[in-house]
């Protein structure tokens, strides 16, 4: 059947849900209202998922390291006793490489089985998932825990913010696609899952939430993403709260602060070992994987193979197994002196190598925490080295412990803010952000585009996220309505498949839309479906039998950029636009928008010289436009125009001559327009530029 063009104006339903899209903005009650929905489920999830994992990794470090090697390691003071004990004086030292092994080879096989992209540090993963649109399988989460606990529980060097990060990036992912939310919600969603679960296993809230929006990126920040995680992250924070306390992970004493500026230049000594250091940890980290990655073995092997090398260094060294964050305890007091001045020296370059074994060979485990433990020992070793040598050093090893924590690691993730953020709520010190600032500020400097994360992006004008809005930044101002077209052709459930093989034939199109007697629509069948059916057959069958239910819809009001990007990711040159109805299931058709349509409006708003920003007013959208000749007010008074009630002119460039106007000012040809307008009449001012209605005896004021 042919359905002809609708008329008529919207109902009310549909407006209020243009409205509430228009308004992509935290300053709108419905956008932040949608947010804080969505951000407290996260933080419930992401608080709910660090007790599991940090649960798991504790029992399974009690039943293996302990259990089996009779090894206690050192806790950091909110975790645990911080008192060491010697590797020798073990019940079973000797069977740390067996324990290494088997927890690398249960860790591989749970994931290689089940889930490859579990593998590694997750963080990763989670980035590239954010920049490419792509979905979190559901049994992520689940594998990551505990393959992450029992990598991390036998010895394994590795941390537990990208297990906590993918976690709970892959809820935010899996909301996203049970409540059908847009792609730039999904990845809002997802950056706000990496910051909860971050900020809520390392009792960091504040870092955690801007650590989702820096790490995304080498230069930039994703500030879309701030308010949502801040929410998430205070939630999943408040909730992993009460199940661990509320103190700090670490413990300094409270009068830890900087008062001497000539220490200074020891700050500017730990930035520059932090930048080099931190590009050592990226490329060997990166270059062990790459070696595993070439091994000629099965890919669960590989973790038990890391597993026992590290099992063999950790007889030599044990200070290189594990989280390590004890050690890091231990280095900000005088205990720090107890220890060997070789094993302070040597840690920061084994703690690479342990962790590239761990988590390169295909072992499941952060590199966020081993990455805090290198810059720690770095801070230790250069006030080790000075202590008693160089005058004016800090009484105690924690402030450098403190400050190179932040340096080498903000340096080499690109996130120098969060990780400073970070480092100050887990040791409970903001005293030493002053010279965290000039080690962080050289060690970037130093580190260049080197990065530990290699998902990483420069700037949103690299990531495909954001790659329409970068490239065609007009896209963003139009909207879906301004590009789609009236329906011509639509199928019913009642046609045979022959008679629509007949009918997209005869209008040359590759498919069309099912819709019933009221225009909602059923579905879509496309040529390749029809062709999928034997020719015997295509004259009996229906085409409810063939019909695709599960289809692509696009809102009315969406912007172009988001549609296309939607278009291009489910593959489709073409969707049906639904005017969507809250209270029921039904989509009603309002048109069809094709890629062919969207490059078409595209050049005819780039010939117009028009563009869409938003208003000055909450709820208001301003129009630029380049008046053409067709256009009603061209040569007349103001008051005789007849401009549309809903707007009003704010100026006219006239010659390169700003004019504000009046009832009696005559617009001309080639006349540059703004135009103030509510989102209501902005369609109604556009048919009006486009001479398709009729002016109107409105008055414009004088």
């Not at 073990?90 to 994931?111: E, N, Q």
């Not at 966020?368 to 250069?382: L, Q, R």
Request: glycine share 10%.
């Amino acid at each position: 059947m042919m359905v002809p063009e609708s008329a008529g104006g919207a109902s009310f339903m549909r407006r209020l849900l243009r409205f509430s899209r228009l308004q992509r903005s935290f300053e709108s009650p419905r956008y932040l209202l949608k947010w804080l929905v969505l951000s407290s489920l996260i933080g419930i999830v992401a608080g709910v998922g660090a007790i599991v994992f940090y649960t798991a990794i504790h029992y399974a470090n009690h039943w293996f390291i302990e259990g089996l090697v009779g090894y206690v390691q050192p806790s950091p003071a909110g975790e645990g006793p911080t008192r060491v004990m010697s590797f020798w004086n073990s019940a079973r030292p000797w069977l740390l490489p067996v324990v290494t092994t088997l927890g690398g080879l249960i860790a591989g096989f749970i994931v290689f089985t089940w889930a490859p992209e579990a593998e590694g540090h997750g963080t990763d993963a989670a980035i590239k998932a954010f920049h490419e649109g792509t979905s979190i399988r559901a049994r992520i989460p689940l594998i990551k825990l505990v393959a992450s606990a029992i990598t991390i529980g036998t010895g394994g060097s590795a941390g537990r913010e990208g297990p906590a990060a993918q976690i709970s990036a892959g809820f935010g992912s899996i909301m996203a696609n049970v409540l059908h939310l847009d792609a730039q919600d999904r990845r809002i969603a997802l950056a706000t899952g990496m910051g909860a679960g971050i900020g809520s296993i390392f009792s960091a809230p504040l870092g955690g939430a801007i650590l989702a929006a820096e790490i995304l990126y080498k230069d930039d920040l994703e500030v879309e993403a701030i308010m949502p995680a801040l929410i998430a992250s205070i939630v999943g924070y408040s909730i992993f709260g009460v199940y661990s306390g509320w103190h700090t992970i670490f413990a300094v004493p409270a009068d830890l602060a900087f008062s001497s500026p000539p220490q200074l230049l020891y700050y500017v000594v730990i930035g520059i070992l932090c930048g080099l250091i931190g590009r050592l940890y990226a490329r060997g980290f990166y270059g062990l994987t790459h070696q595993f990655h070439h091994l000629s073995l099965p890919n669960w092997v590989k973790p038990g193979i890391g597993g026992l090398l590290v099992g063999l260094i950790g007889l030599v060294i044990p200070q290189a197994i594990g989280m390590g964050y004890g050690w890091v305890q231990v280095s900000m007091g005088t205990g720090l002196l107890s220890l060997p001045l070789w094993i302070i020296l040597l840690l920061p370059f084994v703690k690479i190598l342990t962790t590239g074994l761990t988590v390169g060979s295909g072992g499941s485990g952060g590199i966020f925490g081993p990455g805090m433990v290198i810059g720690g020992m770095v801070g230790a070793a250069v006030w080790r080295l000075s202590y008693h040598v160089l005058p004016g050093l800090p009484a105690i090893p924690g402030p450098f412990v403190i400050v190179a924590m932040m340096a080498l690691f903000g340096g080499i993730a690109h996130a120098p803010l969060a990780i400073m953020l970070m480092v100050a709520e887990m040791t409970g010190n903001l005293s030493l952000l002053a010279p965290a600032m000039i080690a962080v500020s050289i060690s970037s400097i130093l580190v260049g585009k080197d990065t530990i994360y290699t998902s990483q992006v420069n700037t949103k004008a690299d990531s495909p996220a954001h790659r329409l809005q970068m490239s065609f930044p007009l896209l963003s101002t139009l909207t879906v309505h301004q590009a789609m077209f009236a329906l011509k052709l639509g199928l019913s459930t009642t046609q045979t498949v022959a008679d629509a093989e007949q009918m997209l034939a005869n209008e040359v199109v590759s498919g069309a839309p099912v819709v019933d007697k009221e225009r909602h629509l059923q579905g879509v069948v496309t040529l390749a479906d029809i062709q999928r059916i034997p020719l015997a057959e295509r004259a009996e069958r229906p085409i409810r039998e063939i019909m695709n239910t599960e289809v692509l819809t696009l809102d009315s009001y969406a912007t172009l950029d988001e549609a296309l990007e939607q278009l291009t990711s489910a593959r489709v040159s073409w969707a049906p636009v639904v005017e969507r109805n809250p209270f029921s299931s039904t989509r009603k058709i309002l048109g069809i928008l094709t890629a062919a349509s969207i490059a078409q409006v595209y050049r005819r708003t780039l010939a117009k010289d028009s563009r869409r920003m938003r208003g000055v007013v909450e709820g208001t959208v301003m129009l630029e436009a380049k008046i053409e000749e067709h256009a009603p007010l061209v040569n007349k008074p103001l008051r005789e125009a007849g401009v549309p009630s809903e707007c009003l002119i704010v100026s006219i460039r006239h010659d390169g001559e700003l004019i504000f106007p009046r009832g009696g000012s005559v617009i001309q040809v080639g006349d540059t327009v703004t135009f103030l307008v509510s989102p209501q009449g902005e369609e109604r001012l556009q048919d009006y530029l486009a001479n398709r209605v009729s002016a109107l005896p409105v008055l414009q004021g004088r």
